[in-house]
C-alpha cells in the first residue's frame, strides 16, 4: 500500500537529488511513502530510496525508459499510479517535471498544483494543502484539490532539504511491468548534450556570490568568479545583469531561473526585486553590499555593507585570499 508516490529520477544511475528532496517532503505528509523509478541500472538508485526511508521502491526497467523523452516516462507512471492508486505524486520541478507533471496528471484525471514550495495536509477533509508563490513571487497563494482523485503535487527544486541516508529500515523492492507499447516513438532522441560545468554546480553550491546591474559590466564577474574559487562555491546573476549579455542565463538566480538555498548568497549590486527572491529565499544567509540602504534586499540580508562595491569588494577578496 504506498498513499504517497514520488516520481523518482536518477543520473548515471544514481538517485537524483531532486528525489531526495521529494522523500523529505513526503514525510510531511500522513501515509506510506512510495518511490518509483524507471529505466535501466536502478540498482545503486534502489538503495539510497531504501536508506532514505522509503517504505517501498517500483522499478520499472527499461532501456527505452532511459531516453529522456517525457512521453515514455508519463506512460510508465500512469500504469503503475492505475496499479497503485496513490492519493498523492509528488514530481520535482526539474527540466523534465514541468513537462511530465501535467501529462501524468492528465493521464489519470487528476488535480494539479504546479510550482509549489511547501506541502502539508488538512487535518479534516486529508487533502494536500500546498504553498505556491503568484505574481512573480510577491505573494503566496495557498492551494487544495477537490474531489477524491488522486492529487499531482509539482514541487519547486531545493524547496526542502534532501532526505539523508540514514534510514535502518530497508524498503520493499517491487518490481513492475508495464507495457510501453509504442510510446514515445513520435519523438526520436538524435543527441543529448551536457553543459560543461565548471566547478560546483550552482544549486548545489554552499557558497553562492551573484552579481546585479550594479556591477555595470562583465569585468567584475571575473573577481566574482575568484572569490567563488577561493571558497569553493559558485557563481550567480541577477536577470538584468544576464539579460545585458554579462553572463549566461545559466547563472540567473531567480523566478525564471535557478533556485538556491546555499550557507551564504552574497550578493554584489542587485536589488532583491521579488523575482529575484522567489530563487534564493531559501539562502540560510543572505549578506548584501549595495550602495542604495533603501534596496529592498537589506530587508532580505542578515548582514548588509551599504557603499559602492568598488571600495568593498577588492578589500574583501584579498582579506579572503589571506584566509584560505
Ligand atoms: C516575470 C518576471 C520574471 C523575472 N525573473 C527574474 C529572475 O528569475 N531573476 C532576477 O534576478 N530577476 C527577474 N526578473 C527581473 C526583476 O524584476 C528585476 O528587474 C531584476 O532582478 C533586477 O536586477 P538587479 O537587481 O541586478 O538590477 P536593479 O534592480 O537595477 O538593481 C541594481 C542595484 O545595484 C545597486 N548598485 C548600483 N551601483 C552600485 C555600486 N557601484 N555598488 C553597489 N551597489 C550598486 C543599486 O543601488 C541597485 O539596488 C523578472 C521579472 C519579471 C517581470
Redesign the pocket.
Known sequence: MTDILVVGDTTNGKLGSATAELIRAAGNLVGDVGVGLAGSRLQEAVREASSMGAQTIYTMESHKLDDPSVYTKVTAFSQLCQQLEPRVILVSKNSHGLDFGPRLAFSLGAGLAQDCIRIGEDDDTGRVVATRPVY?GSAMATVTFSGDGPQVVVLREKSYEPASQDSLESGNLVQVEVNLGSSGDQVKSVRQVGSVAKGVRLEDAEFVVAG???L?GAEPFATLEELANLLGGAVG?????CDAGWVNHNY??????RTISPNVYLT?????????M??CSGSRNIIA????RE?N?FKEARFGVV????AILPSFLETVRELV
Open positions: 512573480g546585479g546591474r550594479g555595470g546573476a541577477s536577470r538584468a545583469a540567473q538566480v531567480g523566478l525564471t531561473g554584489v549590486g542587485i536589488s532583491g526585486a521579488s523575482q529575484h522567489a530563487g553590499i549595495n550602495k542604495d534596496a534586499i557603499g559602492d562595491w568598488n
